[in-house]
T-cell receptor, first 112, second 112 residues
Framework: SQTIHQWPATLVQPVGSPLSLECTVE??????LYWYRQAAGRGLQLLFY??????ISSEVPQNLSASRPQDRQFILSSKKLLLSDSGFYLC???????????FGEGSRLTVL | AQSVTQPDIHITVSEGASLELRCNYS??????LFWYVQSPGQGLQLLLK??????LVQGIKGFEAEFKRSQSSFNLRKPSVHWSDAAEYFC??????????FGAGTRLTVKP
């Protein structure tokens, strides 16, 4: 069966420091991969999605970036974190045309 | 562009009482509709989905939802709520793999 993992689960970083969140999917090939951010009371905001290695689409202009170095690996990065980057980040995947998403456990980022 | 509205930010029900969570969407055609549940600090889990066919769909954990095209609604229901149902619930609408939009969520509290 397919599984999705994210790490780290919790991260506390100072303003201006770099960020790297990783996500891997097992048990499937060529998945579509997504990064969402969840701010309190605001639902989920799609940040990036990828349909293949090296293919990244950005939904929201920001100081975050994403990369997909391998088929089942998706990385969210920042060179310099802002206070507003704090939130709960969720990785997700789907392999069908209907868009049913399967989510990872999430990564809680606090920027101080 | 499609959008999703969950009018109730927070709902409190007594254990054993019935539950209805509201969801209204805006989209030009019949979208794919989803309900997800999120426990604190966790990722999202799919409760049920509607793609086509029977407008009353059954999901996991005893939940059901009804698609009403005339009202652009996809309300989630459960006849008898259990304490373990306390969580946040998200309605989502998707027009395809890359175009999923989530509501802001409804937080459910269950009173003993």
């Amino acid at each position: 069966s397919q599984t999705i993992h994210q790490w780290p689960a919790t991260l506390v970083q100072p303003v201006g420091s770099p960020l790297s969140l990783e996500c891997t999917v097992e048990g499937t090939s060529n998945p579509n991969l997504y990064w969402y951010r969840q701010a309190a009371g605001r639902g989920l905001q799609l940040l990036f999605y990828s349909v293949g290695i090296g293919q990244i689409s950005s939904e929201v202009p920001q100081n975050l970036s994403a990369s997909r170095p391998q088929d089942r690996q998706f990385i969210l990065s920042s060179k310099k974190l802002l206070l507003s980057d704090s939130g709960f980040y969720l990785c997700a995947w789907t392999e069908g045309a209907t868009g049913e998403l399967f989510f990872g456990e999430g990564s809680r980022l606090t920027v101080l | 562009a499609q959008s999703v509205t969950q009018p109730d930010i927070h709902i409190t029900v007594s254990e054993g009482a019935s539950l209805e969570l509201r969801c209204n969407y805006s989209y030009g055609a019949t979208p794919y509709l989803f309900w997800y549940v999120q426990s604190p600090g966790q990722g999202l889990q799919l409760l049920l989905k509607y793609f086509s066919g029977d407008t009353l769909v059954q999901g996991i954990k005893g939940f059901e939802a009804e698609f009403k095209r005339s009202q652009s609604s996809f309300n989630l229901r459960k006849p008898s709520v259990h304490w373990s149902d306390a969580a946040e619930y998200f309605c989502a609408v998707g027009a395809g793999t890359y175009d999923m939009r989530f509501g802001a969520g409804t937080r459910l509290t269950v009173k003993p």
